[in-house]
């Protein structure tokens, strides 16, 4: 069955540019998060949604970092005015019900230059 | 605030030895922990999980055990194998949004 993808799985941008990474979760799945996993590290939380309603975004780590799901279905975090400090793996997953198993995709890596 | 740490950044056994890797937390208050896998390239893939009111969880070859008093839990796993190398996270659910610690490298030397 369908797991959770995320596009691109590379990513490699400049200095300065925006980004926009996409999450598809598990289909009929309520909960979706997006974690960032910096190299050598454990992924960290950024923000979680139920639906289309962006419940948590504690994690997200400054005001250049956006994520939406506007029909409660897809994904997209964007990143805009992207730093060297960004370049990590950015993790998306998503569950039935938010105290449920959470299901990850394969990530996306991105690469500031 | 929430912590969850490992003991070890590495760790290597031969092949069909037992493993066991160490994690230790900080929230008294924590009542879940999950253990995940996650291959080079790959998303965390979920293991084993345990609730606060038991010591001891097995799954197919990997235990789970708890220790509330000293607040450390630890992942067994039996017989491991070459498919075993990943690194292991172990992670505290508060909220419902995973807290991962930084996770422990198994090599499995054949």
């Known amino acids: 069955g369908a797991g959770v993808s995320q596009s691109p799985r590379y990513k490699v941008a400049k200095r300065g540019q925006d980004v926009a990474l996409r999450c598809d979760p598990i289909s009929g799945h309520v909960s979706l998060f997006w974690y960032q996993q910096a190299l050598g590290q454990g992924p960290e939380f950024l923000t979680y949604f139920q639906n289309e309603a962006q419940l948590d975004k504690s994690g997200l780590p400054s005001d250049r970092f956006f994520a939406e799901r506007p029909e409660g279905s897809v994904s997209t975090l964007k990143i805009q005015r992207t730093q060297q400090e960004d370049s990590a793996v950015y993790l998306c997953?998503?569950?039935?019900?938010?105290?449920?198993?959470?299901?990850f995709g394969p990530g996306t890596r991105l690469t500031v230059l | 605030g929430e912590s969850v740490g490992l003991h070890l950044p590495t760790l290597s056994v031969q092949e069909g030895d037992n493993s066991i890797i160490n994690c230790a937390y900080s929230n008294s208050a924590s009542d879940y922990f999950i253990w995940y896998k996650q291959e080079s390239g790959k998303g965390p893939q979920f293991i084993i999980d345990?609730?606060?009111?038991?010591d001891k969880r097995q799954g197919q070859r990997v235990t789970v055990l708890l220790n509330k008093t000293v607040k450390h839990l630890s992942l067994q796993i039996a017989a491991t194998q070459p498919g075993d190398s990943a690194v292991y996270f172990c992670a505290d659910i508060p909220g419902g949004k995973l807290i991962f610690g930084q996770g422990t490298e198994l090599s499995v030397k054949p």
């Open positions: 997953a998503s569950s039935l019900y938010p105290a449920d198993e959470q299901f």
């Open positions: 345990i609730r606060s009111n038991m």
